[in-house]
């Protein structure tokens, strides 16, 4: 059933209270806050549409983890200041989160305005859902606007406690996200054929999503670390590469399930192995996957892997990517992860689904944002709605 969205809540000229995704690393200094303002930008669909309603806007967020307790440098207000120049007007930051101070404030707050409260974790009531945390929330507002996606895999007060005290509904990023990820899961057939770009440093983080897809795919293409896996489950030589010994009956039982489903099965044919875990490395060299000396390590896959991932991609209608295809932080071994990624952004009419934290950081490090669909913001949330949990934070909204 689809949850209510932003659209279908009466928020006009009302005190509306949206939860907001701002856990910036702000411990790298204020001047990093910038560099992630994609974060920020993602929020400004459903602040503008509030305003445009005449709503009251008051946004909250956690940053960090001050563990239920004040920590001044976790403090909101420098990401407010960022957010009020990206929106182009005011943004008041509140120094308390909850209490007659906050009550007062937003009491007198005049439609079209948009105040931050501060950081939701610095009350310890915030990670444990506590009702009367909820309560002194719900209490600042008429409605409650979800629009972290992100959090929506956590249980807590701002993500499950107050769709229960408030009319509530969706943001349009949250709708976003759970429409675009929501394509690959219920995959129609004008949208086939349905690649699966999978990698990533491990099988066993992967292996709900592999289950949940499988059915789904026409092609599932893996690199990265878990490819090692799956190519000593063939029977290669992998050298020194750590793989995981427990996963190789499933990583078996994942290509003999394919072979019957008739899915296509893309593993590497040629990798890039290196001495040492260090982009600084010797004997970094190109090998076929039977010719992986000993004692090297598998650190990317290799040229003609790359653009046979490619060429397989470029024959489906929809691609899901979920982890980069070699150790992409070291240049040395990001040239798989940065093909992929050229030749998904250079494919018209395809609709392109990037899920992960290090697959979405991967993207918009090569500057391919745009050129996906979309690459969602949640990276552990966006993990689970592929692996077809039930997020809480969503569950917890209203039907349409
Ligand atoms: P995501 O966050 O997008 O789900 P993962 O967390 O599963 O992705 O994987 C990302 C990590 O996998 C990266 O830090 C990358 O360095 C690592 N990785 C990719 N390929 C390899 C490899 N061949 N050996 C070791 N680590 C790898
Ligand atoms: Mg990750």
Not at 45 to 60: A, E, H, M, N
Not at 128 to 149: G, I, T, Y
Not at 222 to 243: D, H, K, N, W
Not at 377 to 384: D, K, V
Request: with cysteine; charged share 20%.
């Amino acid at each position: 059933m689809a949850k209510r969205t932003v659209s279908q809540l009466d928020v006009a000229g009302k005190l509306v209270l949206v939860r907001v995704d701002f856990n910036i690393p702000i411990e790298q200094g204020v001047e990093a806050i910038a560099s992630y303002d994609q974060r920020l930008r993602a929020t400004l669909p459903t602040i503008r549409y509030l305003k445009d309603q005449g709503s009251r806007v008051i946004l909250c967020s956690h940053l960090g983890r001050p563990g239920g307790k004040v920590v001044d440098s976790l403090r909101l207000a420098p990401v407010g200041d960022r957010l009020a120049k990206l929106l182009g007007s005011q943004v008041k930051c509140l120094s308390e989160t909850i209490g007659p101070r906050v009550e007062d404030t937003v009491g007198s707050m005049q439609s079209c305005e948009v105040a931050l409260l501060e950081n939701l974790r610095f009350y310890a009531g915030e990670e444990k859902n506590d009702p009367d945390f909820a309560r002194s929330l719900a209490d600042l507002a008429d409605c409650f606007v979800m629009d972290a996606f992100a959090v929506t895999h956590r249980a807590h007060a701002s993500t499950v406690g107050l769709p229960g005290l408030l009319p509530s509904a969706m943001g349009l990023l949250v709708q976003r996200e759970v429409e675009s990820l929501g394509q690959a899961l219920d995959i129609k057939v004008e949208a086939k054929p349905l690649a699966a770009l999978m990698g990533g440093a491990k099988v066993s983080d992967k292996i709900l999503v592999l289950e949940n897809l499988l059915t789904k795919l026409d092609h599932l293409i893996v690199g990265g670390g878990m490819s090692v896996t799956f190519l000593r489950a063939q029977g290669y030589e992998t050298g020194a590469s750590s793989i995981e010994e427990d996963r190789l009956e499933f990583a078996k039982e994942v290509l003999s399930r394919a072979t019957k489903l008739g899915v296509q099965v893309h593993l590497p044919v040629d990798v890039v192995v290196a001495d040492r875990f260090a982009d600084d490395a010797s004997g970094v060299e190109t090998v076929l996957v039977n010719q992986v000396p000993p004692g090297s390590l598998i650190m990317d896959i290799g040229p003609i892997t790359a653009n046979l991932f490619s060429e397989s991609l470029g024959q489906c209608k929809t691609i899901v990517w979920n982890g980069p295809m070699g150790v992409f932080e070291m240049p040395n071994f990001s040239h798989g992860t940065r093909t992929v990624a050229g030749a998904i952004a250079n494919l018209s009419g395809v609709t392109s689904v990037v899920g992960g934290g290090s697959t979405a950081e991967a993207v918009e490090e090569l500057g391919l944002m745009d050129r996906m669909t979309h690459v969602s913001t949640g990276g552990g949330a966006s993990l689970e709605f592929l692996e077809g949990k039930d997020l809480p934070g969503i569950a917890a909204l209203p039907d349409a």
